[in-house]
């Protein structure tokens, strides 16, 4: 069955340090989105991507965030300088485009755990 | 700002009873609502999607009831199992999907 993945499964880096989150979205699926989740909290939307570029965005996702889709396959996120409170689980996830419905179900990769240090 | 709640937050029952979760949502503009099940310290998996336009989704032991006017939605669980032991969420989907907290369920063999 087709899924989404994630690596690394799990990452540790000094604050200030940049980190770069991969993902593989489904092959047919042409929107993908960030989520995360710190601890104990609810998942939060960061950003949304289809068309190679960004069509929404949270407030959480500032100058400190960027996403790319560097070949027809990854989708990344890039976390510029990170801070302590950027330590979460983070969340990919894929939907398809079916007729001109663009909100069909959303598939989620297992996530990267970021711990900032 | 969309706002989604999950009651209770909690929930311990014997194997083979039924299983209520509530989730409600405070703006009734949405695509659709998913629910889905995290394990701990694991990713999210799609149980069920329904469409604003749909009262119910089946899946298996699975029913998710959608009451798209009130902002509320029902996922029933029905003769519970150990293995159904997780956390449930409830999103709904207004072009990004807005989480609920969760209800934690343990089910006791």
């Known amino acids: 069955e087709p899924e989404v993945t994630q690596t690394p499964s799990h990452q540790v880096t000094q604050m200030g340090q940049e980190v770069i989150l991969r993902c593989v979205p489904i092959?047919?699926?042409?929107?993908f989105y960030w989520y995360r989740q710190i601890l104990g909290q609810k998942v939060e939307f960061l950003v949304s991507?289809?068309?190679?570029?960004?069509?929404?965005k949270s407030e959480i996702f500032d100058d400190q965030f960027s996403v790319e889709r560097p070949d027809g396959s990854n989708f990344t996120l890039k976390i510029r300088s990170t801070k302590l409170e950027d330590s979460a689980m983070y969340f990919c996830?894929?939907?398809?485009?079916?007729?001109?419905?663009?909100?069909?179900?959303?598939?989620f990769g297992q996530g990267t755990r970021l711990t900032v240090v | 700002k969309q706002e989604v709640t999950q009651i209770p937050a909690a929930l311990s029952v014997p194997e083979g009873e039924n299983l209520v979760l509530n989730c409600s949502f405070t703006?009734?503009?949405?695509?659709?609502l998913q629910w889905f099940r995290q394990d701990p310290g694991k990713g999210l998996t799609s149980l069920l999607l329904?469409?604003?336009?749909?009262r119910e989704q089946t899946s298996g032991r699975l029913n998710a009831s959608l009451d798209k006017s009130s902002g509320r939605s029902t996922l029933y669980i029905a003769a519970s199992q150990p293995g159904d032991s997780a956390t449930y969420l409830c999103?709904?989907?207004?072009?990004?999907?807005?989480f609920g907290a969760g209800t934690t369920v343990t089910v006791r063999a």
């Open positions: 996830a894929s939907s398809e485009l079916k007729g001109q419905m663009m909100n069909t179900e959303a598939f």
């Open positions: 092959s047919n699926h042409l929107y």
């Open positions: 991507f289809y068309n190679n570029e960004i069509s929404e």
């Open positions: 703006d009734s503009a949405i695509y659709n």
């Open positions: 329904i469409q604003s336009s749909q």
């Open positions: 999103a709904v989907n207004d072009y990004k999907l807005s």
